[in-house]
């Protein structure tokens, strides 16, 4: 299989305010273009686009192409389980949005250590091997945001799953808390497969610096900052799918035409990566990766992931005036930062465990100077 997976989490909209609204003539388009180039692996979630992933996958995959040329993924949300029986419920309503008689792989979402709490006490592992005996899933893993010592108690707890979904960047290679390097060595000793989501930090890898992508272009003038960042994920052993959310035939013909043939980065390139993220690291901006789970459980319908990319264009010394215009924008038909009332729901479900509370706080302070 090509190693490109297609993320359905950041499709093309008709209404950028609102997330269901996938504008499905695009959408056809780059399906089209996708498996046309040889690449046959899509993900989607329960919770994607407000609910509206899954069916849009039925409708420009299944509905168009025989079910054995491509792969359709998709996940438990196990943050979503709170009675007996809602893991039952949500897998026959995911089935049914997808048009499928089966997943090819299934994941239980975003296991951290709360998560995987949930997990257990709902018989999580059991459920999904029992789907697989059922012929309803083919394969079965986790998705995973927490450190390598909570990833290793669960694949030592449960050797029964095939592959892990872990988030691989360079940029968070060594950092303390996603320990990319140490969840990739982990998975690799137990021998699973590994699947890569956010190569690119939910877009933060794809627009650096000036500075960062000059050191780029140096070493070669024809690598955007974006495909450096897949070509990293897909370089490392053990990685059999780098999955990217894509929003534009731009961006989908970019990624296909050089993620065919991505091998290890040799040791200029990886030089290159240590400059680049020593100059990220120094930004300071917030780590969000605009994955969007937070935005439904908000009960001040906040954009959160929207003020935090303001927050940190600001920081990159972006033009305050007109960063402050968009803010407004931001704000016209729902809460803004200054509207938390630090519920902290968002906290709960946010897989990169940002402070999200106190964050939105420094958000609005930044923004009222
Ligand atoms: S803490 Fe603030 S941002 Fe988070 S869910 Fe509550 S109101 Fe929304
Ligand atoms: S704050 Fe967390 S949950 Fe919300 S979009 Fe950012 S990374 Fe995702």
Same mark, same amino acid.
């Given at each position: 299989?090509?190693?490109?997976g297609?993320?359905l989490m ?6 950028g305010a609102?997330?269901?609204?996938v ?27 407000g609910?509206r992933?899954e069916?849009?996958?039925?409708e420009?995959i299944?509905a168009r ?12 949300p ?13 897998f026959a ?7 499928v ?5 299934y994941?239980? +979402?975003? *296991? ?14 059991a ?7 059922e ?17 290793d108690k669960?694949?030592?707890e ?14 968070d ?16 000793r +137990? ?13 933060t ?13 140096e070493? +070669? ?5 974006a ?22 035939m ?9 993620m ?24 300071n901006g ?15 319908r906040?954009a ?10 600001? +920081? ?6 007109? *960063? ?24 709960g ?15 609005s302070?930044a923004?009222?100077?």
């Amino acid at each position: 299989m090509q190693k490109l997976g297609f993320g359905l989490m950041r499709l093309p909209l008709t209404d950028g305010a609102d997330p269901s609204s996938v504008d499905m003539k695009k959408l056809d388009e780059m399906v089209d273009v996708f498996l046309s180039r040889g690449f046959t692996y899509f993900d989607t979630a329960y919770m994607y686009h407000g609910g509206r992933s899954e069916s849009a996958a039925r409708e420009a995959i299944v509905a168009r192409y025989p079910r054995d040329s491509f792969w359709l993924t998709s996940k438990l949300p196990t943050f979503y389980l709170h009675k007996k029986g809602d893991q039952e419920r949500i897998f026959a309503e995911q089935l049914k949005r997808c048009g499928v008689e089966y997943f090819d792989n299934y994941l239980l +979402h975003s *296991l951290d250590k709360k998560n995987y709490e949930t997990a257990e006490k709902f018989g999580s592992f059991a459920f999904v091997e029992k789907c697989k005996r059922e012929g309803s899933v083919r394969r079965f893993g986790f998705s995973f945001h927490d450190k390598a010592d909570v990833l290793d108690k669960i694949l030592r707890e449960h050797p029964e799953a095939e592959f892990v979904q872990l988030q691989i960047n360079y940029l968070d290679w060594e950092d303390g808390n996603i320990q990319s390097r140490l969840c990739l060595e982990t998975a690799r000793r +137990h021998g699973k497969k590994v699947i890569v989501m956010e190569p690119v930090k939910g877009g933060t890898l794809a627009k650096v610096p000036p500075q960062a992508e000059k050191l780029m272009r140096e070493c +070669h003038p024809d690598w955007s900052p974006a495909s450096w960042a897949l070509r990293f994920a897909a370089g490392q052993e053990g990685v059999s799918v780098v999955l990217s959310g894509m929003s534009t035939m731009e961006q989908l013909r970019e990624n296909t035409s050089f993620m065919g043939e991505a091998g290890p980065l040799g040791g200029r390139e990886r030089a290159v990566l240590s400059a680049v993220t020593n100059i990220l690291k120094g930004g300071n901006g917030i780590a969000c990766t605009a994955c969007r789970y937070c935005t439904e459980s908000c009960p001040e319908r906040i954009a959160i992931p929207d003020y935090f990319s303001l927050y940190n264009e600001l +920081h990159a010394g972006g033009d305050k005036n007109a *960063l402050a215009v968009r803010y407004e924008e931001c704000g016209k038909n729902a809460g803004t930062p200054a509207d938390c009332i630090r519920c902290r729901r968002c906290e709960g479900v946010c897989p990169q465990h940002l402070e999200v509370a106190d964050l939105l706080q420094k958000v609005s302070a930044a923004f009222s100077k």
